[in-house]
């Protein structure tokens, strides 16, 4: 099935670190997604990204739908610990909400 | 406030056993959206509904099956379940307008095969 490569899998930084993954895919998206899952919680969606070359900000999170509308990225700035968590993308390929997903990256920050 | 949420949170069941998880939902979303959750594979689309009386599958539908008779419940059934299905469960909503198309997730549902 279709499928995203999300990369890296996994990070550890120190605090006050700036953090970047990225999404792409062998198929155009109309929409590009980003949640955070925390330890026993469901994803909770963090940016939402309709245009290509769209670059959008919530905070200290800024992410990208590249130009190509095959990937995506996802900057943190000046990292703390509460960031720590798995980060997941999520692409759609049409109207109608199905999204495909990435296999996340899970973030872990050093205080 | 509107929100989504699943029951029951933890479920330990034998192999062989039917099993229903619900999925309940405020926001009077059309959309509704049931993945599972397990290492190294993200979240994977079991079924999903577009409204009631609509279903239809997902990428890892085999085994499952989801019953839409109102706008604000999708409950996912395990016909007879399987170790493999130990996995946790995630049920989403949303709405689809021009320009913006989120879904929203639940808390999840543990569930352990044995």
């Known amino acids: 099935g279709q499928q995203l490569n999300q990369s890296p899998q996994s990070m550890f930084i120190q605090e006050g670190e700036d953090v970047s993954m990225n999404c792409t895919s062998s198929?155009?998206?109309?929409?590009w997604l980003w949640y955070k899952q925390d330890p026993g919680e469901g994803p909770v969606l963090l940016i939402a990204?309709?245009?290509?070359?769209e670059l959008t900000s919530n905070g200290r999170l800024t992410a990208q739908f590249g130009i190509t509308r095959k990937d995506s990225f996802l900057n943190i700035s000046a990292s703390i610990p509460s960031d720590v968590g798995i980060y997941f993308c999520?692409?759609?390929?049409?109207?109608?909400?199905?999204?495909?997903f990435g296999q996340g990256t899970e973030l872990s920050v050093k205080p | 406030d509107a929100e989504i949420t699943q029951s029951p949170r933890h479920k330990i069941t034998e192999t062989g056993r039917q099993v229903t998880l619900a999925c309940h939902q405020t926001?009077?979303?059309?959309?509704m959206f049931w993945y599972r959750q397990d290492l190294g594979h993200g979240l994977r689309l079991i079924h999903y509904?577009?409204?009631?009386?609509?279903?239809n599958k997902g990428e890892v539908s085999d085994g499952y099956s989801v019953s839409r008779s109102n706008t604000e419940d999708l409950p996912l059934t395990l016909e007879s379940a399987a170790s493999s299905q130990t996995s946790v469960y995630f049920c989403a909503s949303s709405e689809w307008w021009v320009g913006t198309d989120t879904q929203y997730f639940g808390p999840g549902t543990r569930l352990t095969v044995l």
């Open positions: 198929s155009i998206f109309n929409t």
């Open positions: 509904s577009y409204g009631v009386h609509d279903t």
């Open positions: 926001w009077n979303h059309n959309n």
């Open positions: 990204l309709y245009k290509a070359g």
């Open positions: 999520a692409g759609q390929l049409g109207q109608g909400g199905k999204l495909i």
